[in-house]
């Protein structure tokens, strides 16, 4: 979710705290370090007060896009079944 979030321009923590549902602020900082020690995602940090930290794709990161478009269309195929088998 924190990648879909950075590529459609969420991309402070702020942003990324309000736009990812229930997530408490240790698992995204957590989430976050572990996907720039990945190479997935960068972290910029303003200069500035308050400071700024702005997060970006990563070239490795964008490269997984396409795996997760897969997954979104895999999901979107599926849901209907999915909620067919919850119901009988």
């Known amino acids: 979710m ?3 979030c950075i590529v459609n321009g969420v991309d ?7 736009a990812i549902p229930n997530i408490t602020k240790q698992m995204l900082t957590k989430q976050l370090r572990e996907l720039e020690a990945d190479g997935l995602v ?4 303003y200069p500035e007060v ?3 930290v702005d997060y970006a794709l ?4 964008r490269s997984v896009l396409p ?3 897969a997954m979104k ?16």
């Open 2 to 4: 924190i990648i879909f």
């Open 12 to 18: 402070r923590f702020g942003a990324l705290q309000r």
């Open 42 to 45: 960068t972290r910029t940090v």
């Open 50 to 52: 308050p400071p700024r």
């Open 58 to 61: 990563t070239e490795k990161g």
């Open 67 to 69: 795996v997760i478009e």
């Open 73 to 88: 269309a895999w999901g979107k195929a599926n849901a209907s079944a999915a909620d067919r088998t919850v119901s009988t």
